[in-house]
């Protein structure tokens, strides 16, 4: 996952030394987008796991790393989306709120699926 994670931020790097978002078409800006949600992913997840596993113990690794990747995976989604927004000049106070309300029942909705999994 590190590995992973490195290689995403040296294509993110790239991504914003190179494509001018002003003259680029829309393959410029998905390898953008999607470098930044790798990127992010990787660093929460990896954080997450870390948090997981060496501070609160848990004694599977597996439950960790799935727990984190989703949550990662929510959080990476939001970052992107919120960043799409702005630049598009569509962000706002009700699309914010509609977006974390959005993840929040989506979190709620994986959660309840992985409980109902695990039975």
Same mark, same amino acid.
């Given at each position: @996952?590190?590995?992973?994670? /490195?290689?995403? #931020?040296?294509? +993110?790097?790239?991504?914003? +030394?190179?494509?001018?978002?002003?003259?680029?078409? %829309? =393959?410029?800006?998905?390898?953008?987008?999607?470098?930044? @949600?790798?990127?992010? @992913?990787?660093?929460?997840?990896?954080?997450?796991?870390?948090?997981?596993?060496? /501070? &609160?113990?848990?004694? +599977?690794? $597996?439950?960790?790393?799935?727990?984190? #990747?989703?949550?990662? #995976?929510?959080?990476?989604? =939001?970052? $992107? &989306?919120?960043?799409? !927004? &702005?630049?598009?000049?569509?962000?706002? %106070? !009700?699309?914010?709120?509609? +977006?974390?309300?959005?993840?929040?029942? &989506?979190?709620?909705?994986?959660?309840?699926?992985?409980?109902?999994?695990?039975?």
């Amino acid at each position: @996952m590190t590995i992973g994670t /490195i290689g995403a #931020f040296v294509c +993110l790097v790239l991504a914003v +030394l190179t494509i001018d978002p002003f003259a680029t078409n %829309w =393959l410029g800006l998905a390898l953008f987008y999607s470098s930044l @949600m790798v990127t992010v @992913m990787g660093l929460v997840s990896i954080i997450g796991f870390i948090f997981r596993f060496v /501070i &609160l113990r848990n004694k +599977l690794a $597996a439950s960790a790393v799935i727990i984190s #990747f989703r949550q990662a #995976f929510v959080i990476a989604l =939001l970052i $992107a &989306l919120t960043l799409f !927004l &702005l630049a598009h000049r569509l962000f706002s %106070w !009700l699309n914010m709120t509609l +977006l974390i309300v959005g993840f929040t029942v &989506l979190e709620f909705i994986l959660i309840s699926l992985s409980l109902h999994h695990d039975e």
